[in-house]
């Protein structure tokens, strides 16, 4: 099974094939360009480059937010174009979802995870992964876009930090859980093509296929809004 999957949804462009779990290849730009100039060309360039034909893909993946309004909406119309196209399956990713796969296994199965994406305004995306007792993880706060310090006190337990808001919140994050935050290496705080690629197939063979009519990017930040 072929799976082409791209993340537009901050500064960096990312796409990726793969066939079933495998990488075949992925490209990663951080040129701070256009979306809307780099995401369809790189499809191409990397399409070329795996010697796969766009007939070839299988499945289509892209994150869906929360993230950049005009970035996401640049991913959107363009892999669902691709998919409308193709007549082929197409499944939204959460961003978060997807920047969670970067930290290593073994530290998955010991530490709870925390992406946190910089949202502007003072605020941050976020959500909570924790492991559980069938050594997969669970989601226990779910998406939402919050002030730095209004979630970190209610955490228990140690945990890795990951994404461009734990870098420009690092100080505050280390303030409020001394000695219990951790934090992944400067190259593991983007999202990456590949790991939507895998969480898009893990949706796919679950049934989770999307609606290529009515998928659309989830921005968050206004549903948050109307609930305070």
């Known amino acids: 099974m072929i799976t082409l999957s791209a993340d537009t949804s901050a500064r960096t462009t990312s796409v990726a094939l793969l066939e079933d779990d495998h990488v075949l290849a992925e490209f990663f730009m951080s040129t701070g360009r256009n979306h809307a100039e780099t995401l369809l060309p790189a499809i191409e360039r990397l399409l070329i480059s795996a ?31 691709l998919a409308f196209v193709l007549q082929k399956p197409v499944v ?18 010991k530490v709870a995870v925390c992406p ?57 994050i280390k303030d409020l859980l001394p000695g219990r935050s951790f934090f992944v290496p400067s190259h593991l705080n983007h999202i990456q ?23 659309a990017p989830d921005y968050l930040r206004a549903s948050y809004a109307t609930k305070g």
């Open 92 to 109: 939204g990713v959460c961003t978060l979802d997807a920047l969670a796969l970067n930290v290593p296994d073994l530290l998955r199965k």
């Open 51 to 81: 010697g796969i034909k766009a007939e070839q893909i299988d499945l289509f993946a892209f994150t869906v937010g929360p993230g950049s309004f005009t970035g996401l909406r640049v991913g959107a119309s363009t892999v669902k174009g």
């Open 116 to 172: 946190v994406l910089d949202a502007g305004r003072g605020e941050v995306y976020t959500a909570l992964y924790v492991p559980s007792e069938e050594g997969i993880y669970e989601k226990t706060l779910r998406e939402c876009v919050v002030r730095p310090d209004e979630f970190l006190g209610s955490m228990e337990g140690e945990i890795m930090f990951l994404g461009d808001g734990a870098q420009k919140y690092r100080h505050v």
């Open 193 to 215: 093509a590949q790991a939507v690629g895998l969480v898009g197939r893990k949706k796919y063979h679950a049934g989770d296929i999307s609606d290529i009519i009515t998928l």
